[in-house]
C-alpha cells in the first residue's frame, strides 16, 4: 500500500530556504502518477504549490512559481519541495500527496500527514 | 484564478442528520471538482471528484452533485467519524484551486 511521509526543517528563518522531503513507500515514483506539494495555512485554508510527473515534468502555482522547486531524486523512492526568500506567510503544515494522470494530475488520492514548517527569527 | 466559496464554514449536526455543504465556483469549472477530508494530524482522504464519483473505499454515505458553477456534497446520515473539515477543489483552471472548507461538528 502506497504511503508517503514529509520531513524536513520544521523552523526556518525569514529570507531562508526551505526544504523539505517526501519518502514514498510501498510503491516507487512512476506509473503515470503525478507527486505534489499542497499547503495548509492557518488563515487561507489549502493552496496547491506545485507538482512533478514521473518523467520530470513540472508545474508550479504563478503566485509561487519565481521560488519553488519540486524534484525526484534518482532512486525514485523521495521527491522533495524547496521554496525560497521565506517570509512569515510561508508559515503552514505542508503536505506532500500523488496525483493521477491524463487530467487528473491535481487530484490527490494518497497524501502524507503533514509537517508543520514556521519561518521566524 | 478560480475562486471557490463554500458554505457554510462551518456547522453543527446530530449523528445520523444529513449534512450538506454547498461550493461555487466563480467560473463555469464544468464537472472538474473533488472533494475531500481533512482531520488534524491524519492525511487528508479524497472523497469525490469529477463532482459526483465515488472515490474507491470511500463510504457510500458520502455523495456529490452539481455541475457549471454549483456543487453540493452531502453526508447522508452523519457519524462520529465524519468530524472534520471538508473541501471542495476545482480542477478544471490552472491553477487548481480550493474552497475555504466546512467545519462539521456533532451537536
Known amino acids: 500500500q502506497l504511503q508517503l511521509e514529509e520531513s524536513g526543517s520544521g523552523l526556518v528563518k525569514p529570507s531562508q530556504t526551505l526544504s523539505l522531503t517526501c519518502t514514498v513507500s510501498?510503491?516507487?515514483?512512476?506509473?503515470?502518477?503525478?507527486w505534489g506539494w499542497i499547503r495548509q495555512t492557518p488563515g487561507k485554508g489549502l493552496q496547491w504549490i506545485g507538482y512533478?510527473?514521473?518523467?520530470?515534468?513540472?508545474y508550479y502555482n504563478p503566485s509561487l512559481r519565481s521560488r519553488v522547486t519540486i524534484a525526484i531524486d534518482e532512486s525514485k523512492t523521495h521527491f522533495s519541495l524547496k521554496v525560497t526568500s521565506l517570509t512569515a506567510a510561508d508559515t503552514a503544515l505542508y503536505y506532500c500527496?500523488?496525483?493521477?494522470?491524463?487530467?487528473?494530475?491535481?487530484?490527490?488520492?494518497?497524501w502524507g500527514q503533514g509537517t508543520m514548517v514556521t519561518v521566524s527569527s | 484564478d478560480i475562486q471557490m466559496t463554500q458554505s457554510p464554514s462551518s456547522l453543527s449536526a446530530s449523528v445520523g442528520e444529513r449534512v450538506t455543504i454547498t461550493c461555487q465556483a466563480s467560473h463555469d469549472i464544468s464537472n472538474y471538482l473533488s472533494w475531500y477530508q481533512v482531520k488534524p494530524g491524519k492525511a487528508p482522504k479524497l472523497l469525490i471528484y469529477d463532482a459526483s464519483k465515488l472515490e474507491a473505499g470511500v463510504s457510500s454515505r458520502f455523495s456529490g452533485n452539481g455541475s457549471g458553477t454549483d456543487f453540493t456534497f452531502t453526508i447522508n446520515s452523519l457519524q462520529t467519524e465524519d468530524i472534520a473539515t471538508y473541501y471542495c477543489q476545482q480542477f478544471d483552471n490552472f491553477p487548481c484551486t480550493f474552497g475555504g472548507g466546512t467545519k462539521v461538528e456533532t451537536k
Open positions: 512533478i510527473s514521473d518523467t520530470g515534468g513540472s
Open positions: 510501498g510503491a516507487s515514483i512512476s506509473g503515470g502518477y503525478s
Open positions: 500527496a500523488r496525483g493521477g494522470g491524463d487530467g487528473y494530475e491535481v487530484v490527490f488520492d494518497v
